[in-house]
């Protein structure tokens, strides 16, 4: 078994072998995964049952067969609840009596790979080093061996889910939105929400297509919201929203087709839930914009920072009873009236909220921010076994010479309103990076100030940068 397929956050890797990528995710790879997951949740949790669900990836219903063959062989009952988007999972956990649930995703992967997402009661997620503890249980082939096996039963949770989902939101006026599944599993759920909301929906790429023929379904990359765009301007829809392949990160585009990253919505949420609960905590990653993180200040919240990630934003999110939290990379958590996991459908329904509720439309919402550039979040490749030294070594690099925090890779405080972030992905063979500055110029020479330093490490693409 390839130990490189237990990631930060999740199990992931290639299930349907092409070109010269062989298959790392094989029934019998997953089988094992099954018993070892099974072996570490009734060790440590005493877990009894699981919830089965899966994205609409070619390989999913084969797979899920074999991951509940090792739950059950090793005594876990299972329900298996056929189609799912990821939070509808956490929910299950929260909301209904199951221990444990785990979806079959690779979220927004292209479609030659799949992975696993498991969590425990209250949206707990098994990942870093308990993942590694159940590789170590594969490895050592010592299993839970059980009285008797596990039975499987079959079940759809999501109108239960969605019952939950309706009694969030309340919409004053319904809205034109449109709709970007990217073929992903979002599309199956989200417009039915919507529109059971009151929304006048239309669906672009909603259909189920496990090979994502249009594009990837991520919200975060403009390219994979062009098409979107072009709908909400030539329906002249009030908004428009992008999906990734799990359901649970969303992208949003106004009636003008202005993409914004997810800390803008952040700010609209944030500026929502301070009307109910002021001086409240908001908790986000180190990508977020300064101008947003001022603007926050402003209204009386308090900001707090935290490393990226599913498991560390929720973790934080509990330890400073923050009812709401946000990632650039789509992630919205809500912790108000709800369980502090990310829901996309959920923010989407929310954000709809604020703008029925509001005369001004959302590319109005943001006059009041304090003008900066800023870059998209940057992609450099660079291999899994360098990534982390490498970060090291910037840190060690911009310490000594700027103002930066640290808590995850490092985010230099080059002046006063310029700042540049760089991190080791956890997802993948990348460093992500962002900058925000005054002006264009000045974005510019703080990016060569980072690509200059980068560019000592051959191992590191630069193609996020023009000299």
């Known amino acids: 078994m390839n130990p490189h397929i237990f990631r930060a956050y999740d199990i992931r890797g290639i299930a349907d072998p092409i070109d010269d990528k062989p298959a790392d995710l094989t029934e019998e790879t997953v089988y094992l995964i099954g018993k070892g997951t099974a072996t570490y949740l009734i060790e440590k949790y005493g877990t009894k049952n699981m919830a089965v669900g899966r994205d609409n990836r070619l390989t999913g219903p084969s797979l899920q067969k074999a991951f509940i063959k090792g739950l059950t062989e090793c005594g876990l009952n299972v329900t298996n609840i056929g189609l799912s988007i990821s939070p509808m999972i956490y929910w299950s956990v929260c909301a209904m009596d199951f221990d444990s649930a785990t979806n079959l995703t690779a979220s927004h992967n292209s479609k030659e790979y799949n992975g696993l997402k498991t969590v425990t009661k209250n949206a707990h997620s098994i990942c870093g080093d308990e993942l590694q503890e159940v590789l170590k249980i594969i490895q050592s082939e010592k299993f839970h061996t059980p009285e008797e096996q596990g039975t499987v039963e079959e079940k759809d949770i999501w109108p239960s889910y969605l019952e939950d989902l309706l009694s969030k939101v309340e919409i004053k006026r319904p809205l034109k939105i449109i709709v970007d599944a990217g073929n992903g599993t979002a599309g199956k759920f989200a417009p039915e929400y919507l529109r059971k909301l009151g929304h006048e929906v239309t669906e672009l790429y909603c259909e189920l297509d496990g090979t994502f023929p249009n594009h990837e379904a991520n919200p975060e990359e403009i390219e994979n919201m062009r098409d979107l765009i072009e709908?909400?301007?030539?329906?002249?829809?009030?908004?428009?929203?992008g999906f990734d392949g799990?359901?649970?990160?969303?992208?949003?585009?106004?009636?003008?087709?202005?993409?914004?990253?997810?800390?803008?919505?952040?700010?609209?949420?944030?500026?929502?839930?301070?009307?109910?609960?002021?001086?409240?905590?908001?908790?986000?990653?180190?990508?977020?914009?300064?101008?947003?993180?001022?603007?926050?200040?402003?209204?009386?919240?308090?900001?707090?920072?935290?490393?990226?990630?599913?498991?560390?934003?929720?973790?934080?999110?509990?330890?400073?009873?923050?009812p709401l939290a946000g990632e650039v990379s789509g992630h919205l958590f809500f912790g108000e009236n709800y369980y502090g996991f990310d829901d996309a459908p959920l923010a989407a329904a929310k954000i709809t909220e604020i703008i029925s509720n509001s005369e001004t439309p959302l590319s109005e919402m943001f006059n009041d921010l304090e003008k900066t550039v800023m870059t998209p979040e940057f992609k450099a490749h660079c291999p899994d076994d360098k990534k982390f030294?490498?970060?090291?070594?910037?840190?060690?690099?911009?310490?000594?010479?700027?103002?930066?925090?640290?808590?995850?890779?490092?985010?230099?405080?080059?002046?006063?309103?310029?700042?540049?972030?760089?991190?080791?992905?956890?997802?993948?063979p990348n460093l992500t990076l962002r900058f925000e500055s005054t002006t264009p110029e000045r974005l510019q020479e703080i990016q060569k100030l980072m690509a200059d330093e980068m560019s000592k490490y051959p191992e590191v693409s630069l193609d996020w940068f023009k000299f």
């Open 246 to 322: 799990d359901g649970d990160r969303v992208g949003i585009v106004d009636e003008k087709g202005h993409m914004y990253s997810s800390d803008f919505m952040l700010l609209l949420l944030a500026k929502d839930l301070l009307t109910r609960k002021p001086g409240s905590k908001i908790v986000f990653d180190v990508k977020v914009s300064q101008a947003i993180i001022n603007k926050l200040k402003e209204l009386g919240a308090e900001p707090i920072m935290s490393k990226t990630g599913h498991s560390f934003i929720e973790s934080k999110m509990k330890e400073v009873a923050a």
């Open 231 to 241: 709908k909400v301007k030539e329906e002249k829809a009030d908004l428009g929203i």
């Open 389 to 428: 030294e490498i970060v090291q070594n910037l840190v060690d690099h911009f310490t000594a010479i700027y103002d930066c925090i640290t808590i995850d890779g490092v985010r230099v405080n080059f002046d006063e309103n310029s700042w540049g972030a760089v991190r080791a992905s956890n997802t993948s």
